[in-house]
């Protein structure tokens, strides 16, 4: 059941530098205090492309700019005043303590990975050791590529979501490939000499160049 569909949750925040998460104002709230909830419920609403782009162009800004501004607003830890990250509604934090499961959960941020769903998987994946990430991120760079491919060949798209569309798969896929070099230099780091087997993924040489990986 898309229990999210139902009623309105405040989204879950979570800093990195205190291990916690953080409840914050939805963005109707937020948007409503500054007079744009009525420009942000015609964008959601417009019919088409067409209609969002006439939309955005009188306003000055875009959906995603709406969006932007409101993370930045709310974003800020309360106790520490760092930036926190937008994880979704299904995340669970694991506890303070467990430092390797927060590291992996900052390492699924970094590709893209959150817990945006509406409400009917519960809580999302989290790796329990390098070799499940490592499966993860090889996953992924399946999916984006595919979803990459849909987008450059889609004939129902216009020409400037065709491009926006395809500007987001590439930025993850850029977001991966970096996260496989920073595995590189810690494995080079932890394994001095064998830094000529570098992860590479999609494909089986990937799985047997990380047989015996080590924690992200």
């Known amino acids: 059941m898309c229990r999210y569909a139902f009623k309105t949750y405040k989204p ?3 800093c990195f530098e205190c ?3 953080f409840k914050r104002p939805p963005i109707g709230d937020v948007l409503n205090q500054s007079g744009k909830l009525g420009l942000l419920q015609r964008i959601e609403r417009a019919r088409g492309p067409a209609m969002r782009a006439r939309i955005e162009r009188d306003a ?3 959906l995603e ?3 932007r501004d409101y993370r930045t607003l709310v974003s800020k830890c309360p106790q520490c005043g760092a930036t926190m990250a937008d994880m979704g509604l299904d995340f669970k934090p694991p506890p303070a303590t467990s430092i390797r ?3 992996r959960i900052r390492a699924l941020l970094r590709v893209g990975f959150t817990w945006h769903t509406c409400g009917c998987s519960g809580p999302g ?3 329990a050791n390098a070799t499940d990430y490592h ?3 090889e996953n992924r760079a399946h999916y984006f590529a595919s979803r ?3 987008v450059q060949r889609s004939a129902s798209l216009d020409a400037a979501t065709r491009v926006r569309e395809a500007h987001h798969w590439n930025a993850l896929l850029d977001a991966l490939s970096a996260e496989r070099d920073r595995i590189n230099d810690h494995v080079a780091q932890k394994r001095p000499g064998r830094s000529d087997r570098p992860v590479r993924s999609p494909g089986r040489s990937a799985r047997n160049a990380m047989r015996r990986p080590t924690s992200c």
Do not use: C, D, E
Request: proline share 4%; glycine share 8%; net charge positive.
């Open 12 to 14: 879950h925040f979570v």
């Open 19 to 21: 291990r916690k998460q």
């Open 60 to 62: 000055g800004t875009t």
């Open 65 to 67: 700019g709406l969006k």
């Open 101 to 103: 499961a927060w590291t």
């Open 125 to 127: 994946f989290i790796p």
């Open 135 to 137: 499966a993860y991120l």
């Open 148 to 150: 990459l491919k849909s």
